[in-house]
């Protein structure tokens, strides 16, 4: 689950992604819901059977209480095997990685773009001894920019250095066009270079690169279906992208005449529509009168990816 605890910032990076709806709001979020307590974020993770959670923002240590409350309930919850980690642009100090012990299994830093130069003298490499000191596990996880190859004399003081592929943000076009980047192909939202920037690393097994090709498909797809598994209704067909797709009626003239026709457990009622498998309402759209179409969208009432009327859906 990726558990966002606030949309502040102390920090500006040009690069930033946050969309204008999160950047700078105090407001949590637990994947795409907005929530305002720990025992939702759990039943978030509960709907989706989570093994671990990512907590980010924002800067969550700028709400180091809210870390440690929601961090400890959902280790009180689902035993110490739920990995945690947390993404920070702060290097956490003695006393804030004292609170984080025990919740929080590994921290992730990400050091200003120009401090990379002279990261050996930095507080989060500082950070990263101490850390490792106390037993978490530590590194750096940084998106790919022009001079990421200083990182490299880091890598002994850390467990890993992760490389995000620069990704275009509404919020950031403006910066990245001042800086004569731009997207790499109309498809996705990375931009041209990074695979040149991160060839100035050594091939070493600490270092890994995460495309944005596989973090919008592959992520967003493995966790859709883990959504999908727990939610979907019995009459719910789960697509291997992790959507469902199901038929709505919108009944026209009485509907207990409609509901007759139908078994018991083949359809739930929302907002006055009848909602069914899709191949149900398929075969019986001669007898049920109203309007008919299939609908996919992301698990657990989330976006409608299309709407198909039926009969064009259909075809006999
Ligand atoms: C948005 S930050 C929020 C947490 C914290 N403030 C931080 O910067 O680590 C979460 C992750 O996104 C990465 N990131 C920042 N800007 C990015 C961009 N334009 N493309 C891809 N990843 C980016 C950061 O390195 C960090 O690992
Ligand atoms: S530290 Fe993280 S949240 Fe803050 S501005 Fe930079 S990328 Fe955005």
């Not at 990076?13 to 305002?36: H, M, V």
């Not at 059977?49 to 280790?75: F, H, N, Q």
């Not at 592929?165 to 990245?176: D, I, K, P, S």
């Not at 192909?185 to 270092?207: I, M, Q, R, S, T």
Request: net charge negative; hydrophobic share 40%; aromatic share 6%.
């Amino acid at each position: 689950m990726v558990l966002f605890v606030t949309g502040r910032c102390h920090r500006t990076c040009w690069y930033c992604p946050l969309s204008r709806e999160r950047k700078g709001q105090d407001a949590i979020f637990a994947n795409e819901q907005k929530i305002t307590s720990p025992s939702e974020a759990i039943e978030v993770a509960e709907s989706m059977s989570a093994l671990g959670t990512g907590i980010t923002g924002g800067e969550p240590l700028l709400v180091l209480d809210r870390v440690v409350e929601y961090a400890k309930r959902l280790k009180e919850h689902f035993g110490p095997e739920h990995q945690i980690h947390l993404y920070t642009g702060i290097a956490p100090d003695e006393p804030a990685l004292r609170r984080l012990q025990g919740l929080v299994d590994e921290i992730r830093l990400h050091p200003p773009h120009e401090s990379w130069p002279r990261i050996l003298e930095t507080d989060f490499a500082r950070s990263a001894i101490l850390a490792r000191q106390m037993g978490f596990v530590i590194g750096i996880e940084v998106p790919a920019l022009p001079g990421i190859g200083a990182l490299a004399v880091a890598l002994p003081l850390l467990d890993f250095l992760n490389i995000n592929e620069l990704e275009w943000g509404e919020t950031c076009a403006a910066a990245m066009r001042e800086r004569g980047l731009e997207l790499a192909d109309g498809l996705h939202n990375a931009v041209k270079g990074a695979a040149d920037w991160v060839k100035e690393l050594p091939d070493d097994p600490k270092v890994h690169f995460c495309s944005s090709s596989f973090k919008d498909s592959v992520q967003l797809r493995e966790r859709l279906k883990r959504i999908a598994a727990n939610t979907a209704r019995p009459f719910d067909e789960v697509t291997d992208d992790g959507t469902v797709v199901y038929g709505v009626l919108e009944p026209a003239g009485d509907l207990d005449a409609i509901l007759e026709i139908l078994d018991e457990d083949e359809y739930a009622i929302c907002d006055g529509r009848v909602e069914m498998a899709w191949w149900v309402l398929a075969d019986l759209r001669a007898e049920l009168p109203g309007k008919k179409y299939v609908i996919e969208r992301y698990p657990n009432g989330g976006m409608v990816v299309e709407v198909t009327p039926l009969d064009a859906a259909i075809k006999d």
